[in-house]
T-cell receptor
Framework: EAGVAQSPRYKIIEKRQSVAFWCNPI?????LYWYQQILGQGPKLLIQ????????DSQLPKDRFSAERLKGVDSTLKIQPAKLEDSAVYLC?????????FGPGTRLLVL | GNSVTQMEGPVTLSEEAFLTINCTYT??????LFWYVQYPGEGLQLLLK?????DKGSNKGFEATYRKETTSFHLEKGSVQVSDSAVYFC???????????FGTGTRLTIIP
């Protein structure tokens, strides 16, 4: 069974630029999550989708972050404009039977 | 709100030593508890979980018991190996909601 796929693996941008991350969950998983993991901290949930609807986006900085999950499968997370403090690893996960499965993450560096 | 407190690291042990990484939680209701592991250069992997009080999760020689009376879920292994070097995260999810709340992680290094 293929795992959660994410791309790109690494991205370096300058502040005020925009960036987008892509996630393909495990086939058949209805629930998809985006987490932000700042160096030295545990992952923090940004947004949770159930199929193509948003379940929880209470910790998403909506002035600069957006996410969508068209057709209830793949998802994209966008940051526009990026700030220095957005430097982090962005993790995507999908879940089944109360267990979340994580992708390898996208490491973002904002200069 | 929910929170998870983990033993601060980093932790350095010799091979074959006994390992304990402490984890305590605060939650409403009856959460499920998890340990995730992140090996260098890889994504988070589920190590073990427990869904109710007194349950013991186990995998790869690691164990953790859900202790409701002490709100704890400490990770243990009797004899660690160099390949166990990684960052370990304790996490919880509320009943009926799969959203995870993570601790800050504990970096474990095993030296031969």
């Amino acid at each position: 069974e293929a795992g959660v796929a994410q791309s790109p693996r690494y991205k370096i941008i300058e502040k005020r630029q925009s960036v987008a991350f892509w996630c393909n969950p495990i086939s058949g998983h209805a629930t998809l999550y985006w987490y932000q993991q700042i160096l030295g901290q545990g992952p923090k949930l940004l947004i949770q989708f159930q199929n193509n609807g948003v379940v929880d986006d209470s910790q998403l900085p909506k002035d600069r972050f957006s996410a969508e999950r068209l057709k209830g499968v793949d998802s994209t997370l966008k940051i526009q404009p990026a700030k220095l403090e957005d430097s982090a690893v962005y993790l995507c996960a999908s879940s089944a039977q109360e267990t979340q499965y994580f992708g390898p993450g996208t490491r973002l560096l904002v200069l | 709100g929910n929170s998870v407190t983990q033993m601060e690291g980093p932790v350095t042990l010799s091979e074959e030593a006994f390992l304990t990484i402490n984890c305590t939680y605060t939650a409403t209701g009856y959460p499920s508890l998890f340990w995730y592991v992140q090996y260098p250069g890889e994504g988070l992997q589920l190590l073990l979980k427990a869904t109710k009080a007194d349950d013991k999760g186990s995998n790869k020689g690691f164990e953790a018991t859900y202790r409701k009376e002490t709100t704890s879920f400490h990770l243990e292994k009797g004899s660690v190996q160099v390949s166990d070097s990684a960052v370990y995260f304790c996490a919880l999810s509320e009943f009926g909601n799969e959203k995870l709340t993570f601790g800050t992680g504990t970096r474990l290094t095993i030296i031969p």
